[in-house]
């Protein structure tokens, strides 16, 4: 039988659900957007993925230039004033310092199989995503989960696999039940736990296909060659 302490306790649940989901979504979407921002802010600097030891530009830089995409990309101010954009900021600055400072030098080398890396040693951007992800995944203690992937005709690191619900969003976005600029977001599970998850794709650009272009019919399993504001894979955010 239920107390009337237990029934006011349920509707306001109810009532909160949606705000809270509602929450998750802005917060997933704000990530998503910055991490797509500062991918691109490191592709627009060549110096730093050949050799970011010698290059002059730096993670102050970065930042400054990553903000500024988002903002062009958004149409809005990027408010970092709360604890999670914050984290996500310091992150991007440790892993542009770690580059810098050489820490990644031998980290590119080879292949899981032992053969050698498609760009050795490069700071790609996507190797600069991944590692902002994995850390901020990391300082989050379980609260969010961020990653890359992308259809797996164009996987080329196996960590980056998408999941069912992660496959079957990438393929609304590729036939066309969902626009490039939209985000998907679902109240679902991962990994047998209650989630709010949210994606957002990559479109390639120019400087995407400086790998992914010509040299995408080596890079991609499926051997096809990535095209100008084509969908290259996705940012994929998991919110407990």
Same mark, same amino acid.
């Given at each position: $039988? ?8 349920? &509707? ?7 705000? *809270?989901?509602?929450?998750? *979504? ?6 998503? /957007? &910055? ?9 627009? /600097? @060549?110096?730093?993925?050949? /050799?970011?030891?010698?290059?002059? #530009?730096?993670? =102050? ?7 500024? %995409?988002?903002?062009?990309?958004? +149409? ?15 992150? #991007? ?8 400072? +050489? ?8 292949? %899981? ?18 590692? #902002? =992800? ?7 203690? +379980? ?18 696999? @998408? ?28 990994? !047998? ?5 949210? $994606? %957002?794709?990559?479109?390639? !650009? ?10 995408? =019919? ?6 096809? %060659?990535?095209?100008? /504001?084509?969908?290259? +894979?996705? *940012?994929?955010?998991? $919110?407990?």
């Amino acid at each position: $039988m239920h107390t009337a302490s237990t029934f006011c306790l349920t &509707l306001i649940c109810l009532f909160l659900s949606p705000f *809270v989901f509602a929450d998750e *979504v802005l917060i997933g979407k704000k990530l998503a /957007n &910055l991490l797509v921002a500062f991918r691109v802010a490191v592709a627009d /600097n @060549p110096t730093l993925i050949e /050799n970011p030891t010698q290059s002059t #530009v730096d993670a =102050a830089q970065i930042r400054i230039l990553g903000i500024q %995409k988002y903002q062009k990309y958004t +149409g809005e101010e990027l408010d970092s004033g709360d604890e999670i954009t914050q984290r996500l900021l310091l992150t #991007v600055s440790e892993v542009i310092r770690d580059a810098k400072a +050489g820490k990644f030098k031998d980290l590119w080398i080879k292949t %899981k199989s032992g053969t050698p890396a498609p760009f050795a040693g490069k700071f790609l951007p996507a190797r600069f995503a991944a590692q #902002v =992800a994995s850390r901020f995944s990391e300082k989050s203690e +379980g609260q969010i989960v961020m990653r890359l992937t992308t259809e797996p005709g164009k996987l080329v690191n196996s960590d980056n696999a @998408p999941d069912h619900w992660e496959q079957q969003g990438l393929l609304k976005y590729i036939n066309g039940g969902k626009k490039s600029w939209e985000t998907l977001s679902e109240k679902t599970t991962y990994r !047998g736990k209650p989630a709010t998850r949210i $994606m %957002k794709v990559e479109l390639y !650009g120019s400087s995407c296909l400086k790998c992914h272009g010509e040299d995408g =019919a080596k890079l991609h399993p499926d051997g096809s %060659k990535g095209t100008l /504001n084509n969908i290259g +894979g996705a *940012v994929s955010v998991v $919110m407990f």
